[in-house]
């Protein structure tokens, strides 16, 4: 769509990229409202599970229609091309990590995650992002192991678990 296309009969968008942006936060809303739908939401005084949720939800769905109007009334930059490096290595870290932590322990599965999502940026400067995977993966250590007693595996090797 380009800037200020006119839609028959419609309000003329000025800002493809926030109706995009705007429309998205609104669909993710909806996913998430239907999504927590079953959790208690309770009362002020007493909170339940899905008071939270459902509080977030609200907020990024009144952010998107906000980001809908303004798209309408404002002008602003149009839909430019769409790079999927980003959410690709970011997609794949994640994974990375929810494969590797319990089968190769903390240790390891740290500085992976912090490499591959890495890996998203191309202006990635690979020496300093060892370093940051090191010092980010011990620091988790110390806070999710020891500080917060979780039962996550530091390092698993055969026949050897900490």
Not at 76 to 97: E, H, K, N, S, Y
Request: proline letters at 8%.
């Amino acid at each position: 769509m380009s800037r200020g296309a006119v839609t028959p009969g419609g309000p003329r968008v000025q800002a493809p990229q926030n109706l995009a942006a705007g429309a998205s936060l609104v669909a993710l809303a909806l996913f998430a409202w239907w999504a927590g739908a079953e959790l208690e939401t309770g009362t002020l005084r007493s909170m339940g599970p899905g008071m939270l949720p459902r509080a977030v939800t609200v907020l990024v769905g009144l952010t998107g229609l906000a980001l809908v109007v303004l798209s309408l009334v404002k002008e602003g930059d149009p839909l430019g091309r769409w790079p999927l490096r980003g959410p690709f290595f970011v997609a794949l870290a994640v994974v990375a990590f929810a494969l590797s932590i319990r089968t190769v322990g903390l240790a390891l599965a740290g500085p992976l995650v912090a490499l591959v999502s890495g890996a998203a940026s191309p202006e990635t400067r690979w020496k300093e992002l060892v370093v940051f995977a090191i010092v980010i993966t011990a620091f988790c250590i110390g806070l999710f192991r020891y500080a917060l007693h979780l039962p996550i595996p530091i390092l698993v090797l055969p026949g050897f678990v900490i």
